[in-house]
């Protein structure tokens, strides 16, 4: 059973966020889907990865519906089907996180800018979704800098 971890973006970028969680997926094995619900933001992240990190830091990733999806370690997504077979689910814009797929999933994160309240709101909403169908979920906020835990909760016993 997976968890939800939302990641409350207040100083940091989007492009400068997902590349260090997509980094931290790769190293614990994980193949990753990015779900996004707006064609041309996901190009604009398509295109951050290509400049992310330095050149021992490699992202390798495709597009969802481009030729070899189903290679790719990384797929960047306006989709519910996870072609590329993704352990781990990187939630961004708003996009949609059912309570099922964080249950099997490995990992689920939802980033979400903490400068834009309509993204709070839906967080908000998304969190307590989640935990109110048993999933567990962490709250991390880099309000002080560095990312801390604010906030956790663990699948109620049946």
Known sequence: MGAAYFYHLTRTPLEVTLPMLLEKAQGAGWRVAVR??????????????????????FLPHGRAGQPHEADQPILLTIGADLPNGATCLMAVDGADVAPEEVTRLDRVCV????????????????????????????YWSEETGRWQKKAEKQPSSA
């Open 36 to 57: 996004g619900c707006d064609t041309a933001k996901l190009d604009r992240l398509d295109e951050a990865l290509w400049l992310a990190g330095n050149k021992d830091a």
């Open 111 to 138: 980033l979400f800018d903490g400068n834009d309240t309509a993204a709070v709101s839906n967080a908000r909403l998304q969190w307590k979704a989640l935990t109110e169908a048993g999933c567990a979920a962490q």
